[in-house]
């Protein structure tokens, strides 16, 4: 079983903290639906994320395309991912339960620490994991560093 990491985004964009998640991701030979709310929005993030540098190439592609399940990498609005990921980031409010962590490596979290509404919907999540009896952790940057702030038993 795996478990549940939420990250409260306070200084770097949600795309830098993505890039950063994926990379340990892919080195640990996972693959990664990152999940997001809004198609749009997943444009965008998809653009982002080949803008990096080229010695962080990240592998991967936007739902809809002919090679979906080959993706290291998918991004998508659907719960149900064609390439079998070991992962889910869910980024933008996008939906997660506690059900699925039980079939994942890790479920990522991503929220913004300057959106109210993102705050209070990343609670509901951490309420639920917890209530459902998954091992969680929330993560908040202090002055640039990650530190685990919080952290829920599990079973």
Same mark, same amino acid.
């Given at each position: !079983?795996?478990?549940?990491?939420?990250?409260?985004?306070?200084? $770097?964009?949600?795309?830098?903290?993505?890039?950063t998640?994926?990379?340990?991701?892919?080195?640990a #030979?996972?693959?990664?639906?990152?999940?997001? %709310?809004?198609?749009?929005?997943?444009?965008?993030?998809?653009?982002?994320?080949?803008?990096?540098? *080229?010695?962080?190439?990240?592998?991967?592609?936007?739902? #809809?395309?002919?090679?979906?399940?080959?993706?290291? +990498?998918?991004?998508?609005?659907?719960? $149900? @991912?064609?390439?079998?990921?070991?992962?889910? !980031?869910?980024?933008?409010? @996008?939906?997660? $339960?506690?059900?699925?962590?039980?079939?994942?490596?890790?479920?990522? +979290?991503?929220?913004?620490?300057?959106?109210?509404a993102?705050?209070?919907?990343?609670? %509901?999540?951490?309420?639920?994991?917890?209530?459902? %009896?998954?091992?969680?952790?929330?993560?908040?940057?202090? %002055?640039?560093?990650?530190a *685990? *702030?919080?952290?829920?038993?599990?079973?």
């Open positions: !079983m795996g478990k549940a990491m939420f990250y409260h985004l306070t200084r $770097d964009p949600v795309e830098v903290t993505a890039a998640l994926l990379t340990r991701a892919l080195g #030979g996972w693959r990664v639906a990152l999940r997001g %709310g809004d198609r749009t929005r997943l444009e965008w993030l998809d653009a982002q994320l080949w803008l990096g540098a *080229k010695d962080s190439f990240l592998p991967h592609g936007l739902a #809809g395309g002919p090679h979906d399940a080959d993706q290291p +990498i998918l991004l998508t609005t659907a719960r $149900d @991912a064609p390439n079998r990921p070991a992962c889910v !980031m869910a980024v933008d409010r @996008a939906e997660v $339960d506690a059900s699925e962590v039980a079939a994942l490596e890790r479920l990522w +979290i991503l929220f913004d620490g300057q959106d109210e993102a705050l209070t919907h990343a609670r %509901g999540q951490w309420k639920a994991m917890v209530a459902a %009896g998954v091992q969680a952790e929330y993560w908040s940057q202090d %002055g640039g560093a990650w *685990k *702030k919080a952290q829920s038993g599990g079973g």
